[in-house]
């Protein structure tokens, strides 16, 4: 059973950076398409970025310059790098991964990410 356990998150101020990550642990990372999602309170689950195993990368309009995802192959990591974070940046950052061929997912416990004004 594929786990995903996240680390990072927590209160920072507007105009801030956080860091988020996220070890998979099981075998065969390079089957997987790495994301983030994110959940504002009262709201949908939204995509935020994602990178797959080459490095190649896409993110949410909302978010493109100011958030970077990477991906460690090595040791089946993900990491997403938040700056200049707003109060429309408050949520929950859940990790995701995708299996590239059958494209079930799997998803980490969550992170909570709160931006004060």
């Known amino acids: 059973q594929l786990e995903l356990v996240e680390s990072g998150g927590g209160l920072v101020q507007a105009g801030g950076s956080l860091r988020l990550s996220c070890v998979l642990s099981?075998?065969?990372?390079?089957?997987?398409?790495m994301h983030w999602y994110r959940q504002a309170p009262g709201k949908q689950r939204d995509y935020v970025a994602r990178?797959?195993?080459?490095?190649?990368?896409n993110y949410a309009d909302s978010v493109k310059g100011r958030f970077t995802i990477s991906r460690d192959n090595a040791k089946s990591t993900v990491s997403l790098q938040m700056n200049s974070l707003g109060p429309e940046d408050t949520g929950v950052y859940y990790c995701?991964?995708?299996?590239?061929?059958?494209?079930?997912?799997?998803w980490g416990q969550g992170s909570h990410v709160t931006v004060s004004s």
């Open positions: 995701n991964a995708q299996n590239r061929y059958t494209g079930q997912k799997y």
């Open positions: 990178v797959n195993f080459v490095g190649a990368k």
């Open positions: 099981g075998n065969l990372y390079s089957i997987y398409i």
